[in-house]
């Protein structure tokens, strides 16, 4: 609560550092050893809190760039971007981000590269030159990245990314469980006969594939190769993929359910039964994966889904870089895998009766 604070205050027409100690009646210094987290020990509980009452009553509040430049610190970390504010899931995870910073009084500083290298590593310089307290760098969708350079240059954290050196820590979801989660959302309604539809060689795909046939295997099921339909990640995907195993096929024969990679593979496997006049879920369950918003509770009907935990990515990755900026250590090159939530709603009922 310097000097230059209060010049800066007394011009901007707002209380100072000095109004709060003379309205509390103490010293200058018991008001900085209150906002500067020194008063324990320093300060008895009631000179605090008639320090505080005080500060209320004026309106004051410390200002953070003087804060900061003691502290060696600005209280703002930066958050660089793929393409992810083009996505549903951007404000999700960009919400997580800055209300968990914000608890701890620092703002977040958003840049966007649109997937483009350059770009990434001009705004990690700049962040770095404006001397943000640490970086998160997050992707559109679960891949491996080339670290931009200078990340490594601060404290600093990979959200839904994996770094292709493995030398940062990143906070990702947890494909292969959820993959397994989706398959017992309908092993668990009686279904034996199960497809997968859509998706590609990506590591969301082979993750949920492979926790997919754990769940089967443990049921003493097999998955036949063809009622697994690698078609893409598009609603036209999974009318495609969807009307490949359905169409024609007795029902005796073809699956009762069918796990899609995503929510608009989901919404075309549903257009497809539509078509083909097989009822959801009555004949044929659904379950779907993202839970995108404006999307999944709206189609009909109401999607079955395992949501991917966007927010709960964005609260984690600040906090473990909070916490690198507060003790100073680098956290270890580790990867978190962060559950993916079930959303019931409508597309899954109990396996037909043969």
């Known amino acids: 609560m310097g000097d230059a604070e209060d010049k800066q205050r007394r011009t901007a027409g707002r209380s100072t550092s000095r109004d709060v100690a003379r309205l509390a009646g103490v010293s200058h210094t018991a008001v900085s050893f209150v906002f500067n987290g020194r008063a324990e020990g320093n300060l008895s509980p009631a000179t605090q809190e008639r320090i505080r009452q005080a500060a209320a009553q ?6 953070p760039v003087a804060r900061g430049l003691r502290r ?5 970390i930066g958050l660089v971007t793929d393409e992810i504010a083009s996505t549903p899931f951007a404000g999700r995870l960009l919400r997580g981000a800055m209300e968990t910073a914000w608890q701890s009084e620092h703002l977040v500083l958003t840049v966007d590269s649109g997937g483009d290298r350059a770009k990434e590593d001009a705004a990690v310089a700049e962040l770095l030159d404006r001397r943000v307290d640490g970086i998160i760098y997050a992707a559109m969708s679960l891949r491996r990245v080339r670290v931009p350079e200078g990340l490594h240059r601060t404290h600093s954290v990979l959200a839904n990314c994996l770094p292709e050196d493995d030398s940062l820590p990143s906070v990702v979801p947890a494909e292969r469980a959820g993959g397994r989660t989706a398959a017992r959302l309908l092993l668990d ?12 060689d990506d590591i969301a795909s082979v ?3 492979r926790g997919f046939r754990d769940a089967l295997r443990a049921e003493g099921i097999t998955l036949p190769r063809e009622w697994v339909v690698r078609t893409g990640g598009e609603i036209s995907s999974g009318y495609e993929g969807a009307t490949r195993i359905l169409d024609g096929v007795p029902a005796d024969r073809r699956p009762t359910g069918i796990f899609c990679y995503n929510d608009r593979v989901a919404a075309g496997a549903l257009h497809a039964s539509t078509r083909l006049g097989i009822t959801v879920p009555d004949e044929l369950s659904v379950v779907g994966y993202d839970d995108q918003e404006h999307m999944a509770a709206f189609l009909t009907p109401p ?3 395992v949501g991917l935990p966007h927010r709960a990515m964005g609260e984690a990755a600040t906090r473990l870089l909070l916490d690198a900026i507060a003790t100073g250590r680098t956290p270890p090159a580790t990867v978190r895998r962060l559950a993916c939530p079930v959303i019931t709603r409508s597309s899954v009922g109990p396996a037909p009766i043969p």
């Open 72 to 76: 060696s610190r600005t209280a703002v």
């Open 189 to 200: 309604q009686g279904h034996r006969r199960i497809a997968l539809v859509g998706g590609h």
């Open 303 to 305: 999607l079955t889904t």
């Open 207 to 209: 993750e949920r594939l």
């Open 58 to 63: 004026l309106g004051y509040r410390p200002d």
